[in-house]
């Protein structure tokens, strides 16, 4: 009779954090000592703005929202993280409070390093840092662009160009088009883009009924991709 497969444990997960991608098995098992894994629950605040920044997380399992929320109280989104991803990172880094909320999408399973604990691991490994600061340089990319696209883009040209960039960091090549792994959910598209969940749906339905795009229950399928891209133009 087979034996029932070995749970994963934390070294396997922190492999297959972008962070550590070529770091020596050494400089693995340093940052294994300094971690604890966590299961969190969809829907857990990690943390919330004005919080002490005294933890870095490790995403290994589930999605993380980074959002605010405005004057308005309209919730913002400012990125949606996948797993393999680090957060929380630069709060501790400035040794500031929490500017934003990180919030569980779905069951999550983390890696939590305490921020004295990540200092000292970052002085000794200065190859870790240039990582880091590559990483979060992408990341406020991103969030540079979603802010420009709130300033000059319309509805329609906000989420083609949302649909895009999905496809070319969450998109699988299959006949026909292409699939957007990640399922966000209408709401969560429109907390991304600036607008209601409504308009949200509307312009899907636009895109599918002139053929750019097709539903498979909450996946977005993209069939011409080229024409995705200059709606976002």
């Not at 002139?210 to 709606?231: C, N, S, Y």
Request: proline share 5%.
């Amino acid at each position: 009779m087979d034996s029932p497969p070995r749970p994963l444990n934390k070294l396997w997960y922190l492999k297959h954090i972008r962070l550590f991608d070529g770091i020596s098995p050494s400089e693995m098992q340093e940052m294994e000592k300094i971690t604890r894994m966590e299961e969190v629950k969809k829907r857990h605040p990690f943390y919330l703005p004005g919080d002490p920044s005294s933890n870095v997380y490790l995403l290994k399992r589930g999605r993380v929202k980074l959002a605010n929320t405005a004057a308005s109280g309209k919730e913002v989104t400012f990125d949606i993280l996948e797993p393999g991803e680090v957060f929380g990172e630069l709060e501790v880094l400035e040794g500031l409070p929490r500017e934003t909320a990180a919030e569980a999408l779905d069951d999550a399973m983390i890696c939590v390093i305490r921020r004295e604990d990540f200092d000292r691991y970052l002085a000794m490994h200065p190859n870790i840092t240039v990582k880091l600061t590559k990483l979060i340089g992408l990341r406020l990319r991103r969030i540079q662009s979603r802010i420009e696209d709130l300033v000059f883009r319309d509805v329609p040209a906000r989420l083609a160009h949302l649909l895009v960039e999905l496809s070319k960091s969450d998109g699988a090549q299959e006949p026909g088009g292409i699939r957007i792994k990640a399922k966000l959910t209408h709401q969560e598209m429109a907390n991304l883009i600036g607008c209601s969940r409504e308009t949200v749906s509307a312009t899907l339905g636009q895109f599918r009924d002139d053929g750019l795009i097709k539903m498979d229950g909450r996946t977005v399928i993209i069939l011409q991709q080229a024409a995705l891209i200059r709606e976002a133009s």
